[in-house]
């Protein structure tokens, strides 16, 4: 939702930090279910890749290395198509939810990215 705001107010956003994004949600769902196809299946399209394609702002991108909700691959995607200022950060043997546990000097490096964007 963090990407839809940006391109929907991207006046308004300074910068963003995205944590374990992710490109399509067709893409993770049909990673999930390989055997339907997810693509025609979903209502709710929930595109960050198109989305941000109107957002030029500084970008974030934190992902988990072994995530098993949203594989670290599409996340990279995202990353890879986003055309402005961008920034990845990847948590070695991090699982999905492992970013809450990440040392005050790591959530420090975060606040700092947010305090620069406003700048």
Not at 18 to 42: E, I, T
Request: no cysteine; hydrophobic share 45%.
């Amino acid at each position: 939702m963090a990407a839809y705001l940006a391109k929907t107010h991207s006046e308004q956003i300074a910068g963003l930090a995205l944590f374990m994004p992710y490109n399509k949600l067709a893409a993770v769902a049909q990673s999930k279910l390989p055997l339907l196809p997810a693509g025609l299946l979903l209502w709710d399209r929930f595109d960050p890749e198109d989305w941000l394609k109107s957002y030029h702002g500084p970008v974030k991108f934190v992902l988990a290395e072994k995530d098993e909700i949203i594989p670290a691959k599409f996340g990279r995607r995202l990353f890879d198509t986003y055309n402005g200022p961008k920034h990845l950060q990847i948590i070695p043997g991090a699982h999905h939810n492992d970013a809450a546990e990440q040392s005050p000097d790591w959530w420090e490096g975060v606040f700092t990215f947010w305090r620069r964007a406003g700048e």
